[in-house]
Nanobody, 118 residues
Framework: QVQLVESGGGLVQAGGSLRLSCAASGSIFRIYAMGWYRQAPGTERELVAAITSGGSTNYADSVKGRFTISRDNAKNTVYLQMNSLKREDTAVYYC????????????WGQGTQVTVSS
């Protein structure tokens, strides 16, 4: 079994910054892609940013230039640095990881709330 534990969410004023972390633990042979998704009330979950095991990244257009995804493979951890936050960034942020142990599948964290106030 694999667990993803997120931390770093909270309440911040518009223009501020937050850093999210997500640590994977459990039965892990290898982690391929890791990513962050978000879901605001009444909307579908959407990709925010993703990073491969080799460090290649991609971002949603809405966060390009403001958010940075990174990972520490030795710690099985992925980060999301969020700068210049806007009210529309308010959502529950979920960590996702493609993990290989006995097979390869995607795992999700429990989610962390990010609220941006004006």
């Amino acid at each position: 079994q694999v667990q993803l534990v997120e931390s770093g969410g909270g309440l911040v004023q518009a223009g501020g910054s937050l850093r999210l972390s997500c640590a994977a633990s459990g039965s892990i042979f290898r982690i391929y892609a890791m990513g962050w998704y978000r879901q605001a009330p009444g909307t579908e979950r959407e990709l925010v940013a993703a990073i491969t095991s080799g460090g290649s990244t991609n971002y949603a257009d809405s966060v390009k230039g403001r958010f940075t995804i990174s990972r520490d493979n030795a710690k099985n951890t992925v980060y999301l640095q969020m700068n210049s936050l806007k009210r529309e960034d308010t959502a529950v942020y979920y960590c996702n990881a493609e993990v290989r142990n006995y097979s390869t599948r995607n795992y999700w964290g429990q989610g962390t709330q990010v609220t941006v106030s004006s």
